[in-house]
């Protein structure tokens, strides 16, 4: 298995764009996870599905951050309208199972200027 | 081993030597942790994980130390070499209204001097 691969690895773009990042989990995970990274926060979980349902989205910023899983291959996080505090890096992450040790992708850095 | 903010605690070390990067837990609850090593410019990946009904799990190199009584969390990383130069997280699991879920620490810096 490739693990969990997501695009685009880099992503620069002006304040008030639509960025969307994408995100395809380990095959036979029923748990996808999307974090943010920054200095100054750490690690935050975002949102997370299981079988394709959002279950927890407390982490969501805001209004301007929505996610999706259409299929159980393929999830996407959308930031629109998006800022510059925006900017840190993105995971997505699957899992087995509830609780269990998450697979990480390889991030996407996102720039917001 | 807790991030508190821009600074990350960072552990010295000579390479050969062994390491020892520590973590305070904060659930009494929690049953399931994992240690994850992150690597510049890579997201976190796997290291070694331990349950609750246990106090200390070996892999290759490494070893987990669970201390509940204290909450607290160690991971030994034995004859340290230059590759182990990392950002290292400690995890831990549990269960609360929204299900099982996974808790961050702030992350711990490992320099390895060759």
């Known amino acids: 298995d490739a693990g969990v691969i997501q695009s685009p690895r880099h992503e620069v773009t002006e304040m008030g764009q639509e960025v969307t990042l994408r995100c395809k989990p380990i095959?036979?995970?029923?748990?996808l996870f999307w974090y943010r990274q920054t200095m100054m926060r750490g690690l935050e979980l975002l949102i997370y599905f299981n079988n394709n349902v959002p279950i927890d989205d407390s982490g969501m910023p805001e209004d301007r951050f929505s996610a999706k899983m259409p299929n159980a291959s393929f999830s996407t996080l959308k930031i629109q309208p998006s800022e510059p505090r925006d900017s840190a890096v993105y995971f997505c992450a699957s899992s087995s199972g509830s609780g269990e040790k998450l697979f990480f992708g390889s991030g996407t850095q996102l720039s917001v200027l | 081993g807790e991030s508190v903010g821009l600074h990350l605690p960072t552990l010295s070390v000579q390479e050969g030597d062994n390491s020892i990067i520590n973590c305070a837990y904060s659930?009494?609850?929690?049953?399931?942790f994992i240690w994850y090593k992150q690597e510049s410019g890579k997201g976190p990946q796997f290291i070694i994980d331990i349950r609750s009904n246990m106090d200390k799990r070996q892999g290759q190199r490494v070893t987990v130390l669970l201390n509940k009584t204290v909450k607290h969390l160690s991971l030994q990383i034995a004859a340290t070499q230059p590759g182990d130069s990392a950002v290292y997280f400690c995890a831990e699991n549990f269960y609360n209204n929204a299900g099982n879920m996974l808790t961050f620490g702030g992350g711990t810096r490992l320099m390895v001097k060759p």
């Open positions: 095959s036979g995970h029923d748990y």
């Open positions: 659930n009494s609850a929690s049953d399931y």
